[in-house]
């Protein structure tokens, strides 16, 4: 990780619990649950109870974007203010402090430790409520789990994601219903809490959306792109529902939908090399409310006479930025090495040599998402799957 992104992501608490609040959806009125999360409750229960949490944690979540030093969580302003001080001490540059990574110091170790619990405080919220369903017992629409237990299954909590101010995060929920007396945890709606444990015991999730609850039987193939789309509006849910459908024709939609997971800010959409979904090729990510479209290209240098039949719009993702340097007709992006690496990949586009990292630099945004383009996109994608299958000799 690289401080670039990080000193972006100072930030980074106000952002994800705005997208927290933007993604969590609106649960529908009638739906079939799935037996694994409606439990001994009715099914209209459940729905009820769904409708209500959901509503809650995101009155919580919008509370915690106005005050969070009210819940116990890092506050961004004097983080930044720290990071700045670093700089001018150390008389470092932007582009100095940039290129630093986990290795300069404990100054900056820390710094970006700080970070990292920034971020895991947007969800530190369901992240108590974990521990009471993984340690406590449902009965009587309550939570039950005493204080010395409670304590004791926060401190077990990994050191990434450690949760502090617990405490003082659970006195502040009480104005929205809450209720932990030393005992049990519950809630004045008395759906609110089974279907809480229900919810978490089945999956770790920070948004809550109702289509992990819905009944197995009832989710078809199209049910995942359709639950994506959701977040997506105009051109944008235009293009991914075009380039689905495109991956579905070529046989290349080995998908998988991720509801907002630990690394970034957002629901994901992933199309897998292969139906075991270990690597991705492409992928559709919404990064603090922005979609961000990536491709994974290793063997573009077998093909760029193909990209360069393609329309401009294609053609642009693949070009020189203009922040970068042409020097005797090659663009160097693969800097970390020298000469010395073996991972670099060479390419041939329009007249100049792009010199990448083949350990870094393979992921490519698509960054004008115009619906009718999706087929290139696919027929880029198609074109590597051939290039990877393609049998290779071994190096001696």
């Known amino acids: 990780m690289r401080n670039k992104g990080f000193r972006k992501e100072i930030k980074g608490l106000n952002l994800a619990l705005k997208s927290h609040c933007d993604f969590i959806l609106p649960v529908p009125d009638d739906f079939n649950v799935d037996p694994d999360f409606l439990g001994e409750m009715k099914n209209a229960d459940f729905i009820q109870g769904l409708k209500a949490l959901t509503e809650t944690v995101k009155s919580i979540y919008a509370d ?42 404990a100054k900056t170790f820390n710094l970006m430790r700080c970070s990292v619990d920034m971020r895991n405080s947007a969800n530190r919220l369901i992240m108590v409520f974990e521990v009471f369903v993984k340690f406590g ?40 219903g809450f209720i932990y007396d030393g005992l049990a ?51 944008e849910k235009k293009f991914f529902l075009n380039f689905h459908d495109s991956m579905k024709k070529a046989g290349l939609a080995n998908d998988f939908f991720a509801d907002g997971d630990l690394g970034r800010f957002g629901p994901n959409y992933d199309f897998g090399v292969d139906d075991k979904m270990k690597r991705f090729m492409a992928r559709f990510e919404l990064w603090t409310g922005k979609l961000m479209v990536r491709i994974k290209l290793c063997f573009i240098g077998e093909y760029s006479e193909l990209i360069e039949t393609m329309p401009e719009n294609v053609k642009q ?48 945004y698509i960054e004008i998402l115009e619906p009718e383009d999706a087929d290139y996109y696919v027929q880029i994608l198609k074109t590597e799957i051939e290039k990877r299958k393609k049998p290779r000799k071994k190096a001696r």
Request: with cysteine.
């Open 317 to 364: 993702m693949f070009r020189f930025r203009p922040t970068e340097e042409v020097k005797e007709g090659k663009v160097i992006r693969c800097r970390c090495c020298k000469d010395i690496c073996g991972a670099r990949l060479h390419r041939y586009f329009e007249g100049l040599e792009y010199i990448e990292c083949g350990q870094h630099g393979l992921d490519y």
């Open 185 to 235: 945890l519950s809630h004045k709606n008395k759906n609110i809490i089974p279907v809480l444990h229900s919810y978490l015991k089945n999956i770790c999730e920070y948004t809550l959306n109702y289509h992990y609850a819905i009944h197995k039987d009832d989710v078809t193939y199209d049910s995942y792109p359709n639950s994506f789309s959701q977040y997506l509006g105009g051109q």
């Open 137 to 176: 017992l449902l009965s009587d629409g309550k939570i039950w789990l005493e204080k010395k237990a409670f304590s004791s299954g926060i401190k077990n909590r990994t050191s990434v994601n450690k949760i502090s101010n617990a405490d003082k995060l659970l006195k502040k929920i009480e104005s929205f």
């Open 64 to 105: 915690m974007l106005e005050n969070p030093l009210e819940y116990g969580l890092k506050d961004p302003d004097k983080l930044l203010k720290d990071i700045n001080e670093y700089i001018k001490t150390n008389e470092l540059t932007q582009a100095e402090y940039d290129s630093l990574g986990y290795d300069v110091g």
